[in-house]
């Protein structure tokens, strides 16, 4: 039986601990569809998972790995036959069910998403749930009015993967978008994938009272914690906050008043159980008007054994943009 490179998760000491090994295909999880996998991603949960900083996996050993994409080597269920090129993010993947850095992939029909038009393989991957987490963000603020009329959008934790691709999707959709960093060494590259202004992070700290001056319209927290709590008392009437990270904390210190005086929704984005619907709408915008355009800026590539020191220095916020693995693309 062909065996093939995997980063594999196991449990040591009572903690995460990844490493590469040689799997076969019957040792993978089962599943109706069966992916020759071309590449994954690096976010900040696989690093998580991949050093045991974090509680991810639920079941060991599990190959890491929350995103993938590839072409489908066979499939018991009808919506997918060999040579459909798909993705397959979120859910339990790499969490309770082996992930995507390995050269095969065994996962249930109902996590497939078709590749859209408009998508390679790679790409697929240069956005994976980051891009994702992004482009559901828009969508759902759009849905709840977001307009580039209303007013400046802001996004903090800026360099990141999440963030960066926010950031191109938003200036590509003709939005005034601020960035905000704590990393003064990358103004340039905020400025070359779309910011029209940057502020240091120091600046969300001055927002201390119940209400301050109505700044944002609309706001991409990706961080959480302090900052988040900032975002809520300085949004303009009506404005508009997506959350959908935790890297700053995840507690929320803030008072009734932004909610009831201004109306400012919070927004809670959850990229792990979107419905396919919605799934499959969200992955076709970002084929299309939501497709970033600085992918060259953003994205660099690895291999499976560049993980460990990868997961190291993303912990220590020492990346930026996002990482794409090559497994067999």
């Not at 005034?176 to 992070?201: D, F, N, P, Q, S």
Request: net charge neutral.
């Amino acid at each position: 039986m062909e065996k093939f490179n995997a980063y594999r998760i196991f449990e040591e000491n009572r903690k995460g601990h990844g490493r590469l090994v040689e799997m076969t295909l019957d040792e993978l999880d089962p599943g109706e569809v069966v992916i020759k996998v071309a590449y994954s991603s690096v976010n900040f949960k696989d690093a998580l998972a991949g050093t045991g900083a974090g509680k991810i996996v639920r079941r060991y050993p599990c190959v890491g790995g929350i995103d993938s994409s590839g072409t489908v080597v066979s499939s018991s269920d009808s919506r997918f036959k060999a040579g459909d090129e798909v993705i397959c993010t979120s859910y339990d993947f790499a969490m309770a069910h082996d992930g995507g850095y390995a050269g095969y992939a065994r996962v249930p029909a109902d996590w497939v998403v078709p590749l859209p038009a408009g998508l390679t393989l790679f790409d697929a991957m240069a956005l994976g749930t980051a891009g994702y987490t992004s482009g559901l963000a828009v969508h759902l603020l759009e849905h709840n009015g977001m307009t580039p009329a209303k007013g400046k959008v802001v996004v903090n934790g800026a360099t990141g993967g999440c963030a960066s691709l926010a950031i191109d999707m938003l200036a590509g959709l003709g939005y005034a978008v601020t960035a905000v960093t704590g990393k003064a060494a990358e103004h340039a590259y905020l400025k070359e994938i779309g910011a029209a202004e940057i502020l240091g992070r120091d600046a969300l700290k001055l927002c201390t009272r119940p209400l301050e001056k109505g700044v944002w319209a609309a706001a991409f927290d990706s961080v959480g914690g302090e900052q988040l709590s900032a975002l809520t008392r300085s949004m303009q009437q009506h404005g508009l906050i997506a959350s959908f990270g935790n890297a700053g904390g995840i507690e929320l210190n803030t008072t009734v008043l932004p909610f009831i005086l201004r109306g400012v929704r919070l927004i809670g984005v959850d990229s792990g159980y979107t419905p396919m619907d919605i799934r499959r709408r969200v992955w076709q915008r970002l084929a299309t008007d939501l497709k970033p355009r600085h992918f060259k800026n953003i994205v660099r590539t690895i291999e499976l054994d560049q993980l460990p020191a990868t997961f190291d220095a993303m912990l220590k916020q020492q990346t930026k943009g996002r990482i794409v693995v090559v497994i067999g693309g």
